[in-house]
Each structure stands twice: as C-alpha cells, then as structure tokens.
Nanobody, 122 residues
Framework: QEQLVESGGGLVQAGGSLRLSCAAS????????MGWFRQAPGKEREFVAA????????YYKDSVEVRFTISRDNAKNMVYLQMNNLKAEDTAVYYC???????????????WGQGTQVTVSS
C-alpha cells in the first residue's frame, strides 16, 4: 500500500525558509510524478509544485516559482519542497501527492499525505 508522510512544517517569520519533506513508501511511487498542494482555511486546495518521475522536469504555481524548489531523491523515496522568502499568504496546510503524470489538478493525483501545517507570521 502506497503511503505518503509529510514533515517539516512549522511557524516561521515572513522572509524565512522551510523545507518540507515527503516520505513515500510503495514500490511504484518512484515511477510516479509527485506534487505539492496547499489549502488555506476557507479556500480550495491549490497546486504549488510538481515534478516528473525523474526529477528533471519541475512545474510551479506562478507566485512561488522564484521562491520554491521541488526536488526528489528516488533512491531514498523522498520528495522535498524548499520554500524561501516565505510570505503570510503562503500559510496553509501543505500536502504531498502522487500521480501517474505531472498535473496541476488535485483530481489527477491518486495518493495523498495527511498534510503538514505551515504558518508564516508577518
């Protein structure tokens, strides 16, 4: 059974950095595209970043492209989201997800983690 477990969230001041990690279990996930989504209170879940199975082709939400970096280490079954210059509007629960192909739509993703809270104080 494939599972995703996020970690690394927390409270940070505006302008600070966090690195989120997603530990993936399951033999098939190294061939899946991986994505990060976030959901703020009262808002819909939104795409943040995704990367193809090899880690060589990233995709980003426009507002985070110059501040966030998605990466993966298939040998360790890990996916990361390095977040720099955080802003108050980045506050949300961040979710790791797996899909057969990179996508910006949540419905395309088959597996989801439980989420990790990121709070940015201004």
């Amino acid at each position: 059974q494939e599972q995703l477990v996020e970690s690394g969230g927390g409270l940070v001041q505006a302008g600070g950095s966090l690195r989120l990690s997603c530990a993936a279990s399951g033999r098939a996930l190294s061939t899946y595209a991986m994505g990060w989504f976030r959901q703020a209170p009262g808002k819909e879940r939104e795409f943040v970043a995704a990367v193809n199975w090899s880690g060589k082709v990233p995709y980003y939400k426009d507002s985070v492209e110059v501040r966030f970096t998605i990466s993966r280490d298939n040998a360790k079954n890990m996916v990361y989201l390095q977040m720099n210059n955080l802003k108050a509007e980045d506050t949300a629960v961040y979710y790791c997800a797996a899909a057969r192909f990179p996508a910006k739509v949540p419905n395309n993703y088959e597996y989801w983690g439980q989420g990790t809270q990121v709070t940015v104080s201004s």
